[in-house]
């Protein structure tokens, strides 16, 4: 980390690891583009220190930084203060500092949200929807879902008792694999937030695609690589699909706003990833 001399107001992303990160990519690029006198860091922290280097930063002079795992539960016990949105999703993955001061915010849930709606053309109120995972992203798209007035909101998870713990409030179902394979055609829109099928597993898939018809729309949080063999599959029986990156777009999007207050230039995000990965970012 820089050292307290330095001035040069800087944002940075905690995680762990981190070095894999395309988030200080994409932030330098816009920072740069808009002519923002500032950088943006990765750096590598873990959980035992996760309270030192929050002090640390904010001594330093960062600005804001956003959270990655394993620190977006923990990080909560070391705010000020606390979006209620962020409060309501139970996790952090943005903090503002202003004047010594944190406040987290949630923008996982909302990035998320605006890259299904920009695929999904039918009333996303009525959509029936699975959602395959039930860690921390799986519940910050869950309860974003709802919030939103989405309420048929299921859970397919491995360890069923963590799927029912995501459905307060939700008219959805909590399911087992061997329970959901078979009946994926009732579903408009499939969601994978679990790591399978990420690089370098690339072949793996979260579930059995058999049962897939063309009219749901398939969606996949992982953006390494940017088409899984999930969205393959489901590409090949007709299916609208979208990787991770709108998702990590947009995320990024409304963390550089609520730090500076200016609206960064999303497709050259996508285009950085583009080439650090090599493909079409909108498969
Ligand atoms: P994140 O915070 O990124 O969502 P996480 O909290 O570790 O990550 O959650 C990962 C999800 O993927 C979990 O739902 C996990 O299932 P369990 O709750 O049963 O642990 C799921 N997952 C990870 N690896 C899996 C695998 N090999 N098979 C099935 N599910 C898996």
Redesign the pocket.
Known sequence: MRSFDDYTPFYAVIGDPIAQSMSPDIHNACLNQLGIDAQYEAIQVSEEHLQEQVELLVKSGCKGFNVT?PH?LGIIDYLDEIDPYAKAIGAVNTVEIKEGRLKGYNTDGPGFFQGLSNVYERDLIDADVLVI???????AIVKTLLMNGVSKVSVV???VL?AYGLLEGSKGSAYTFSEIEGNLSIYDIIVN????GMYPEIGNL?LNTDSLQPHTTLIDIIYNPLMTEFLSQGKEKGCVVQNGVPMFVYQAALAFKQWTGLDPDIALMEEIIKKKLGGNPSC
Do not use: L
């Not at 995972?133 to 519940?139: K, Q």
């Not at 937030?193 to 399978?196: L, R, V």
């Open positions: 795992i977006k995972g039930a860690g921390g992203a799986a519940r998870n491995r360890t963590k937030t679990t790591p399978i979260p």
